[in-house]
């Protein structure tokens, strides 16, 4: 039997797609491509080039394959992005993941891990933030990702497919091999944005305001290694395998660090000056996210282990530094 990584050429998903392979577990990837690389899926993988809205695409691969569990990384992910084309996020978001939950039950395929977001909490006043609190997304994204929750949660009641959401906060990093990591277009996201200065790429890095009701004024967030994240995923297919019941989790780090922190923590990582400048605030930033991921590492019994946020940054770097253009250029590896 397989599991089916769908959006698996993506920044996560391809991590996860080598988590994966290294526990010999056996694998299909599924990905439209429109934000992921082919370059990233290793040679040898079953590689279905396809889009979930595609009810015919996804019908003839669950044929084709036997899948038993599915883990869902396929959505698009800009806040910023689903402010201004709202549709473009429920389509992919949620369409996409109503046709493989349709797919699924199709089939009898009773297990889906699937990327959650912070974002369906919003700006709350109680830190570290517990899935026990309310959910109030202040995007689009936000709300995508809370209703295809919702979406998961009636099919349980109705069809018994169980599932794990995980509640990603910041996600960085790249695998240490320096083999696979962040690579999009465009890029938005803080860590690779001052690593493309430290590589020259850029000429500074603009902090969107620095009047948050923070020590130093500037949004503190909850930065987690990828590859700490994708293990989680990997315990969440085994908890549903064990018979576990469909759940809720969040994955962070359980600590914060200031814009200007992770500035001055990349100029030491990297050796270089990365001039900032203070820009205007960018709209929906709420001024401090941190997870508490207690209930993952009891439940699950996760155990991030590259929580430092030198580490982090570093290993970003080393895939920055080796790969300045991202995969253009690279062949599948
Ligand atoms: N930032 C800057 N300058 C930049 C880019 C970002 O100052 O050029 C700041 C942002 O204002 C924010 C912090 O750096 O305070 C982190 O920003 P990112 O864009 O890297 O990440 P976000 O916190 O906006 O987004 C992340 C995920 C989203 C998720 C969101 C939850 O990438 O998918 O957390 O709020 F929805």
Redesign the pocket.
């Known amino acids: 039997m397989s599991i089916a990584v769908v959006g698996g050429a993506g920044y996560i998903g391809s991590h996860a797609v080598r988590a994966l392979l290294a526990q010999n577990r056996d694998i299909v990837v599924i990905d439209n491509l429109e934000t992921g690389h082919e370059e990233s899926v290793p040679e040898g993988v079953q590689f279905y080039k396809g889009d979930i809205r595609d009810r015919d695409f996804l019908n003839e691969v669950f044929e084709h394959e036997q899948i038993d569990q599915v883990v869902h990384f396929a959505a698009n992910?800009?806040?910023g992005e689903s402010m201004e084309n709202p549709l473009k996020y429920y389509d992919n978001n949620v369409f996409g993941t109503q046709i493989l939950l349709e797919t699924m039950i199709k089939h009898g395929v009773k297990n889906i891990v699937f990327s959650s977001?912070?974002?369906t909490y919003g700006e709350q006043k109680k830190m570290p933030i517990t899935e026990e609190a309310p959910t109030a997304p202040t995007?689009a994204?936000?709300e995508t990702k809370l209703a295809m929750e919702r979406m998961m949660k009636w099919c349980d009641a109705a069809h018994g497919t169980k599932f794990v959401s995980l509640r990603?906060?910041?996600?960085a990093g790249a695998s240490a091999s320096g083999v696979i990591g962040e690579d999009h277009e465009p890029e938005?996201?803080?860590?690779p944005?001052v690593l493309q200065v430290a590589n020259g790429q850029r000429e500074h890095?603009?902090?969107?305001?620095e009047d948050y009701p923070t020590e130093d004024g500037?949004?503190i967030?909850d930065y987690i290694h990828v590859e700490d994240l994708v293990d989680a995923h990997i315990l969440a297919l085994d908890y549903l395998k064990e018979g576990g019941e469909s759940d809720i989790f969040n994955l962070g780090s359980n600590q914060g660090f200031s814009?200007k922190e992770?500035v001055e923590t990349a100029r030491t990582v990297t050796g270089h000056k990365i001039p900032a400048v203070i820009g205007e605030k960018?709209a929906g930033?709420?001024a401090v996210?941190i997870a508490s991921s207690e209930k993952a590492r009891k439940t699950l019994e996760w155990s991030p282990s590259r929580t430092d946020i030198v580490t982090i940054i570093r290993d970003a770097w080393n895939w920055h530094q080796h790969h300045p253009h991202g995969y253009k250029g690279a062949d599948r590896s």
């Open positions: 992910s800009l806040v977001s912070a974002a995007s994204y936000g990603y906060f910041n996600v938005t996201h803080l860590i944005l890095i603009t902090i969107f305001g500037t949004c967030r814009v992770i960018r930033d709420p996210l």
